[in-house]
């Protein structure tokens, strides 16, 4: 499971399921977030041309439950 915190900025250009789609494609989950910053900046030049690209911050957070089995014998 994956928690994305973000700021406006990212909402402004992709949409949620964009969003997920970035974030689930990339098995190195230390660059997870800086993968997605670098495509919402390409989005923010597309779709914004001619305007600055605003400070954009992604952070990105993997739980991941043990899987554990009890098992009772009488």
Same mark, same amino acid.
């Given at each position: ?6 700021? #406006? ?10 969003? #997920? ?28 041309r001619?305007? #600055? #690209? ?21």
């Open positions: 499971m994956r928690i994305l915190f973000s700021d #406006v900025e990212v909402w402004d250009v992709i949409l949620n399921e964009e969003a #997920v789609e970035i974030v689930s494609e990339i098995p190195d989950r230390a660059k997870t977030a800086q993968h997605l910053v670098q495509c919402v900046v390409r989005a923010w030049e597309c779709k914004r001619g305007i #600055v #690209v605003d400070d954009i911050t992604a952070i990105v957070l993997f739980f991941y439950s043990k899987i554990s089995v009890s098992i009772f014998t009488l």
